[in-house]
């Protein structure tokens, strides 16, 4: 199974950025795609983005297209959110999750979550 930590969240303005960082550790970790999702108060969790294990496709919800960014380094084991333009409806907290399965293009079903991490963005 796949440990995933997130870091980097914090408090923002809008317009402002940030970048999440996710470090994954096991076995097999660099084998599965990854993923951001997030959780606003009184909302349901919320698919970000996703990459592939091999880094080469990446998918993105509408709301976040073009302004956030998913990365991953397979030798650091690490996967990455980096948000541009922030606005104060991306408050939430972002949680890192990897697919169940190895060796696939996105998330299909989640297998291990991250503990998240806070964002804030004032007005």
């Known amino acids: 199974q796949v440990q995933l930590v997130e870091s980097g969240g914090g408090l923002v303005q809008a317009g402002d950025s940030l970048r999440l960082s996710c470090a994954a550790s096991?076995?097999?970790?660099?084998?599965?795609?990854m993923g951001w999702f997030r959780q606003a108060p009184g909302k349901e969790r919320e698919f970000v983005a996703a990459?592939?294990?091999?880094?080469?496709?990446?998918y993105y919800a509408d709301s976040v297209k073009g302004r956030f960014t998913i990365s991953r380094d397979n030798v650091k084991n690490t996967a990455y959110l980096q948000m541009n333009s922030l606005k104060p409806e991306d408050t939430a907290v972002y949680y890192c999750?990897?697919?169940?399965?190895?060796?696939?293009?996105?998330?299909?079903?989640?297998?291990?979550w991250g503990q998240g991490t806070q964002v804030t963005v004032s007005s």
């Open positions: 096991g076995r097999t970790s660099s084998r599965h795609a």
């Open positions: 990459i592939s294990w091999g880094g080469d496709y990446t």
């Open positions: 999750a990897a697919d169940r399965d190895d060796y696939t293009d996105s998330i299909v079903t989640v297998g291990s």
